[in-house]
T-cell receptor, first 110, second 117 residues
Framework: GESVGLHLPTLSVQEGDNSIINCAYSNSASDYFIWYKQESGKGPQFIIDIRSNMDKRQGQRVTVLLNKTVKHLSLQIAATQPGDSAVYFCAENGDYKLSFGAGTTVTVRA | GAVVSQHPSWVICKSGTSVKIECRSLDFQATTMFWYRQFPKQSLMLMATSNEGSKATYEQGVEKDKFLINHASLTLSTLTVTSAHPEDSSFYIC?????????????FGPGTRLTVT
């Protein structure tokens, strides 16, 4: 089946800088997208979601952008903090199930 | 709210034995539960979807006779890994959805680390 993929496996960012994590999806029928944060040895933690009828959604320090034309999703984290160090997954909802991307490991430098 | 627990958090078993993992929704009723498997430094892969009172739907390539799923109540689903082998060692994560037949709203458990020796 189709799956979601991420462009970069790792991202190193200076504390206080903004982070941008990218994701490409392939199922044009997906209508709902979610970003998750996973810390080592833990389950995924919901960050933010967006429906396909939107192109931008903002949360606390996070923004998700959706470009359906090129099937691209991004997560922006403002003023990255050490606690943001984790693996970030995008997921798409299609066919009554979630498909996860490969994940991007974010490391925050002090 | 919307807390999902898993038990045990980690387990070590010998090759050939069976292991049961529990997934509980603590403060909501979950008509649908999902089981995922995650190998080191890899993504989550959906294994199966279970609906309370009916048979689980397995993803392609997942052996239903090896990974037995029971969703006997609206707050509990179990995954039994039968005749476990070292290649079954993985991080098993469940999620629960309060919305019937919907995968939009999923709450994830903390995961269970299975090591087969």
């Amino acid at each position: 089946g189709e799956s979601v993929g991420l462009h970069l496996p790792t991202l190193s960012v200076q504390e206080g800088d903004n982070s941008i994590i990218n994701c490409a999806y392939s199922n044009s029928a997906s209508d709902y997208f979610i970003w998750y944060k996973q810390e080592s040895g833990k389950g995924p933690q919901f960050i933010i979601d967006i429906r396909s009828n939107m192109d931008k959604r903002q949360g606390q320090r996070v923004t998700v952008l959706l470009n359906k034309t090129v099937k691209h999703l991004s997560l922006q984290i403002a003023a990255t903090q050490p606690g943001d160090s984790a693996v970030y997954f995008c997921a798409e909802n299609g066919d009554y199930k979630l498909s996860f991307g490969a994940g991007t490991t974010v490391t925050v430098r002090a | 709210g919307a807390v999902v627990s898993q038990h045990p958090s980690w387990v070590i078993c010998k090759s050939g034995t069976s292991v049961k993992i529990e997934c509980r929704s603590l403060d909501f009723q979950a008509t649908t539960m999902f089981w995922y498997r995650q190998f080191p430094k890899q993504s989550l892969m959906l294994m199966a979807t279970s609906n309370e009172g009916s048979k689980a739907t397995y993803e392609q390539g997942v052996e239903k006779d090896k990974f037995l799923i029971n969703h006997a109540s609206l707050t509990l689903s179990t995954l039994t890994v039968t005749s476990a082998h070292p290649e079954d060692s993985s991080f098993y994560i469940c999620s629960a959805s309060p919305d019937p037949l919907s995968s939009y709203e999923q709450y994830f458990g903390p995961g269970t680390r299975l090591t087969v020796t």
